[in-house]
């Protein structure tokens, strides 16, 4: 087909149940780019949005003429159940505009796919299937998913193919970008596919759910499926899901697209997801409680022989709802006398504000979270330096965030007694070297360096801590891998591992997904 029409569009964010509301301004600090403005984004040098539809465009504009019809993106850092009407709108606009851009030869839909809003608990799913209804039946959809995606029936049903990311931490994102270019450019030449899709019972914890070899059943799953390499496979998303979400959707998803071999795929779906179902106990987490990380914080700081140490505030991520505020870490290492900590990044507009206002070398008591109420955010006063002061903008230069622009709003280096801890405005979770080295931070340098991020780091920090000298925290939080800490509602039970199960018997959907050629 030449010069093909080809729509753009995504609402694109990670809804935990137990944070609060995301609104309009969530998303408009990141990411909402509408018609001209997407696709400037998306041929940036350092684009504000994630790296799928910069991958996505960039293939399509080597491959020949095509006509991209950008209608909108809108991201935002992963928090609370969006509010409902900011979401019918975003969905109107959807809309309007497709039907305006009508008629159409294909349509690329990125999106994360763990979203629910304040009333609906498949908003992804109301997103496809109201881009179906309107393109019909014979135009090729495709969709990318984040793997922490809560992939539902509806969704499968949609879409022709549905793209998973493969890596997490999430470095392959522009890889997917550019195999929904390929898939895309297939189908519309009439390809003729089958989808084989399954959910397990299983609801790991984030924590869970790494891809790097020997890290668990799920990085074993991933690793299955790359070794298939038979011509008939045209995908396999391994979708980890996201437990936070908690609806009616979570588990872990298979979802195998072949070129019409329907037994093919049922057959594939099935011997990928009985050894993980075996191996399901290991979805359970294993945590260093907070004495010990204060210790092995303390030993480094004391003792230059010691390795240095990198601790994850896992239950504060912000890359999973989380505030990125809670005090629980930094109380404890101030308490022991920890000395040469470096701990990011405290989201404290206030605390932010006061210290641009205050200026360079002014001594004061931080009172941290005074403008947060939220569970987990307490409030606590400590003597504090200001060190050094950004605008909080910079462009990533390692892992998820390598080669995009961030903007954490005007932000602060404070010295707390042993602990040097960077403040910002924009909340974000720590998974950049950046975000300390704008201060002049010389990572390599510090004894103990604390993040508040679930995993994503282990891609951007692996030039200064090797595995063993990361330790995921046991601290109270929205995003605790401790998942019987939560009161869940919606989430389908018996569950693993948050019950005792022996039995299951995979329920696999067979689609078939035949399209006309253009």
Same mark, same amino acid.
């Given at each position: 087909?030449s ?5 753009i ?9 137990? +944070?609060? /509301?995301?609104t309009? !301004?969530?998303?408009?600090? &990141?990411?909402?780019? %509408?018609? $001209?403005? *997407?696709? =400037? ?18 293939r ?5 003429q ?43 839909i ?32 495709? +969709?990318? /998913?984040?793997?922490? !995606?809560?992939?539902?029936? &509806?969704?499968?049903? %949609?879409? $022709?193919? *549905?793209? =998973?990311?493969?890596?997490n ?45 020997g ?66 106990? %290991? ?50 290492l ?116 604390v ?13 200064f ?25 919606r ?28």
């Amino acid at each position: 087909m030449s010069n093909p029409r080809i729509a753009i569009l995504g609402f694109a964010i990670e809804s935990n149940r137990f +944070a609060p /509301v995301s609104t309009r !301004a969530d998303f408009v600090s &990141r990411a909402y780019l %509408a018609g $001209d403005a *997407l696709l =400037s984004d998306a041929r940036a040098p350092a684009p504000a949005m994630t790296p799928e539809i910069p991958a996505f465009v960039r293939r399509m504009d080597a491959g020949g003429q095509w006509q991209p019809v950008p209608i909108l993106f809108a991201n935002a850092e992963s928090g609370g159940p969006v509010d409902h009407a900011f979401f019918m709108e975003t969905l109107a606009i959807f809309e309007r505009e497709l039907r305006t851009a009508l008629p159409l030869d294909a349509v690329y839909i990125c999106e994360h796919g763990a979203a629910i809003t304040t009333e609906e608990d498949d908003p992804d799913g109301l997103v496809f299937g109201m881009v179906r209804s309107i393109v019909g039946s014979t135009v090729p959809i495709v +969709a990318t /998913v984040d793997l922490h !995606a809560n992939v539902s029936d &509806r969704m499968v049903d %949609a879409v $022709d193919t *549905l793209i =998973s990311y493969r890596r997490n931490p999430h470095t392959d994102m522009a890889e997917r970008g550019t195999d929904t270019a390929d898939v895309l450019i297939e189908l519309m030449q009439g390809a003729r596919f089958c989808v084989a899709h399954v959910r397990m019972p299983v609801c790991a914890p984030p924590t869970q759910l790494l891809t790097a070899p020997g890290t668990g059943p799920y990085a074993d799953m991933i690793e299955q499926a790359e070794a298939l390499t038979d011509p008939r496979i045209v995908n396999i998303s391994v979708v980890g899901g996201f437990a936070f979400g908690d609806t009616p959707k979570n588990g872990m998803t298979v979802i195998v697209t072949t070129r019409g071999d329907a037994d093919f795929a049922m057959q594939t779906a099935h011997d990928l997801v009985m050894p993980a179902w075996t191996g399901r106990a %290991a979805f359970t987490p294993e945590l260093t409680s907070l004495d010990e990380a204060v210790a092995l914080a303390k030993a480094a700081g004391d003792d230059r022989e010691q390795p240095p140490v990198l601790l994850a505030d896992v239950a504060d991520n912000p890359g999973g709802g989380g505030r990125g505020n809670t005090p629980f870490l930094l109380q404890a290492l101030l308490r022991a006398g920890v000395r040469d900590a470096v701990l990011g990044v405290v989201t404290d507009p206030e605390l932010s504000a006061q210290a641009h206002a205050l200026g360079v070398g002014a001594e004061f008591t931080a009172h941290f979270n005074r403008g947060e109420s939220t569970a987990y955010s307490e409030a606590f006063s400590a003597p504090a330096t200001v060190l050094r002061l950004h605008a909080g903008q910079g462009v990533g230069r390692r892992g998820q965030l390598a080669g995009c622009s961030f903007n954490l709003g005007p932000s602060a280096l404070l010295q707390v007694g042993g602990v040097k801890v960077v403040v910002i405005t924009n909340r974000h979770q720590c998974h950049e070297p950046a975000f300390f080295e704008m201060f002049g931070i010389d990572i390599a340098q510090a004894r103990t360096v604390v993040v508040k991020s679930r995993g994503h780091f282990r891609a951007a920090f692996d030039e200064f801590f090797a595995p063993a000298q990361i330790f995921s925290i046991d601290a109270p939080g929205l995003t605790s891998p401790v998942l019987s800490r939560f009161n869940f509602q919606r989430l389908p039970r018996p569950v693993a591992p948050l019950d005792a199960m022996t039995d299951w018997t995979p329920h696999i959907r067979l689609l078939r997904k035949h399209r006309a050629p253009q």
